[in-house]
């Protein structure tokens, strides 16, 4: 599953990242990272960015990155 199919208020554990190392990086410094866990918050009037918490910060996703992190739910 991709983060961008989470629906509102779920958790999920990241499993694999697949955006530029660059960016990778950016992501970890907000908490984004494998291992870690992920909580969709809401979508945009036109559902793109997309809102989520991750390790205590609420980053706003763009729709096309948040299809590059896969989650697992319910772990």
Request: glycine share 8%; hydrophobic share 45%; proline share 4%.
């Amino acid at each position: 599953m991709r983060a961008d199919q989470l629906k509102k208020g779920e958790i999920a554990r990241i499993i694999h990242i697949d955006v530029e190392p660059f960016l990778k990086k950016r992501l970890f410094f907000m908490g984004v990272h494998e291992g870690g866990r992920i909580r969709y918050i809401m979508s945009s009037p036109f559902y793109d960015p997309l809102l989520f918490m991750a390790a205590g910060n609420w980053l706003l996703l763009r729709k096309d990155i948040a299809k590059q992190i896969e989650v697992e739910v319910g772990q």
